[in-house]
């Protein structure tokens, strides 16, 4: 089955760019989305098909995808980007997530 | 605006049954997609399963085949997970989560609160 790999951990002091990858096998070739998840809160959509933002999600988020990784990268990094991060993709009639990324704002 | 309306926290025992469920709100239910993703404690996330409710078409990962069932209730917009036999190794938070009509590049782009269960003898 089709594995989706992430650091476990990303550190990144405010006002700074953090970026987060999720490396597949030729993940390029598929539509990455990502989830954002705050302690004790339900995850939320903030970036699909590889570099879409939903509305009401601000700029400093962007997302890339080439080759076998993914990458989401958050820019003038703000305490409350401090969340777990999410990679997703649809494979083989299935949903698979990255194993996710905790950001710390330090 | 897009809600997802979970039932509430359940405490069971090893063994019992359970039905929890999810009503969408605010969105054509009958043509979307909707399933549940399980997030043990302190780990990541797990998709489960999608059904949808137009025509009851049932997607699972293969981990939870024949572990679970997800149904849905047309009539009342409301989607179900259900267990006959719980075991500890099923306390976890589940959410239910609501994507679009077509399976191509899915993603999840509501997700409910979560629904807390807890397995303990």
């Known amino acids: 089955s089709y594995e989706l790999t992430q650091p476990p951990s990303v550190s990144v002091a405010p006002g700074k760019t953090a970026r987060i990858t999720c490396g597949g096998d030729n993940i390029g070739s598929k539509s990455v989305h990502w989830y954002q998840q705050k302690p004790g809160q339900a995850p939320l959509l903030v970036i699909y098909?590889?570099?879409a933002r939903p509305s009401g999600i601000p700029e400093r988020l962007s997302g890339s995808n080439s080759g076998n990784t993914a990458t989401l990268t958050i820019s003038r990094a703000a305490a409350g980007d401090e969340a777990d991060y999410y990679c997703?993709?649809?494979?083989?009639?299935?949903?698979?997530f990255g194993t996710g990324t905790r950001v710390t704002v330090l | 605006e897009v809600q997802l309306v979970q039932s509430g926290a359940e405490v069971k025992k090893p063994g019992e049954s359970l039905k929890i469920s999810c009503a969408g709100i605010g969105y054509s239910f009958t043509k979307s997609w909707i399933g549940w993703v399980r997030q043990m404690p302190g780990k990541g996330l797990e998709w489960m399963g999608i059904?949808?409710?137009?025509?009851?078409?049932?997607r699972y990962n293969r981990s939870f085949q024949g572990q679970v069932t997800i149904s849905a209730d047309k009539s009342l917009s409301t989607a179900f997970l259900q267990w006959s036999s719980l075991k500890a190794a099923d306390t976890a938070t589940y959410y239910c989560?609501?994507?679009?009509?077509?399976?191509?590049?899915?993603?999840?782009?509501?997700w409910g609160p979560g629904t807390l269960v807890t397995v303990s003898s």
């Open positions: 997703q993709v649809w494979d083989s009639n299935a949903a698979v």
């Open positions: 098909s590889d570099s």
């Open positions: 059904i949808f409710p137009d025509d009851s078409d049932t």
């Open positions: 989560v609501v994507g679009g009509r077509a399976l191509l590049n899915f993603r999840f782009d509501h």
